[in-house]
């Protein structure tokens, strides 16, 4: 046998002859345990660490581990590039409940109805369809950009379900339409209009509601809320607010309240 320690590519058997690889235990040949002490030590091997050294030998020991280790990392990546994937599908395409313009409706003129009503000297109820609310945003809420570079809101609108208020914007994403949505369970406590927020949606992607609030709901929705100041203050002057299927009921306090 020679003196000299062979090089890590040049590992004989001390059984056989045969050379096997460096990172070898047993004999590829015959099976019998290499003489490793044959190796060049940490400091002849360039700096390698004896932890990198024993976790390349394991590999090679037993590769079934290591292949089970990355078909395991593998399988995590394609299931999370699935789960953005159809994330990304769900967010492009238009939810359902998305209420569209009746042709040929009467403009109403929403803010000159509620302030008659609140100026009587009585409580005075007030009602208006979806479609009359969407035909008000639609002539006072134009297009405008958000705070978020490329997004522009083209589009608001209401949809009325039991005891619901539902606000949405049509988005223009660098020309393609996004759906943004928030429903708000509605009630009148301590004489004010008040509501709390119980679904929110991007696209047909279900959003917690937890994260519609602040501050992020308020980035997806601050400009709608700033141009319906006017509307917000009357509704706080409200007695009662009932919200049923396609339509919302609004009782004014009286006058002196």
């Known amino acids: 046998m020679a003196s000299n320690p062979p090089t890590p ?11 096997n690889e460096a990172e070898r235990v047993y004999c590829h040949n015959c099976g019998s345990k290499l003489d490793r002490s044959l190796l060049p030590t940490h400091e002849e091997k360039g700096g390698e660490s004896q932890a990198k050294a024993r976790k390349r030998i394991a590999k090679i020991a037993n590769p079934k ?3 089970l280790l990355d078909e395991i990392k593998t399988f995590f990546k394609v299931e999370l590039s699935a789960v ?11 939810p359902e409940g998305v209420p569209e313009l009746q042709k040929g409706s009467i403009q109403r003129l929403i803010n000159s109805d509620m302030m008659e009503a609140l100026q009587s000297p009585k409580p005075s109820l007030v009602s208006f369809t979806e479609d009359e609310v969407n035909q008000h945003l639609k002539k006072n809420l134009k297009t405008r950009e958000t705070i978020i570079p490329g997004i ?4 608001v609108y209401a949809a009325f379900t039991p005891g619901v208020i539902g606000m949405g914007t049509e988005n223009s994403v660098f020309g393609y339409p996004i759906y943004a949505g928030i429903a708000f369970q509605v009630e009148i406590k ?10 929110g949606n991007l696209g047909r992607l279900a959003v917690d509601p ?9 980035l997806l929705f601050q400009g709608t809320w700033d141009a ?5 203050a009357q509704m706080d002057r409200m007695e009662k607010v009932e919200v049923k299927k396609g339509e919302i009921s609004l009782v004014t306090k009286s006058a002196g309240r």
Do not use: D
């Open 152 to 155: 522009e809101v083209s589009r």
């Open 210 to 218: 937890r994260i519609l609030q602040f501050p992020y709901g308020e």
């Open 65 to 67: 581990a290591g292949f």
């Open 84 to 94: 953005v994937v159809a994330a990304l599908i769900l967010i492009a395409q238009k």
């Open 228 to 232: 319906l100041k006017r509307e917000r």
């Open 9 to 19: 590519a040049n590992l004989p058997c001390s059984q056989c002859g045969f050379v």
């Open 190 to 199: 301590g004489g004010k209009f008040t509501t709390s927020i119980i679904r």
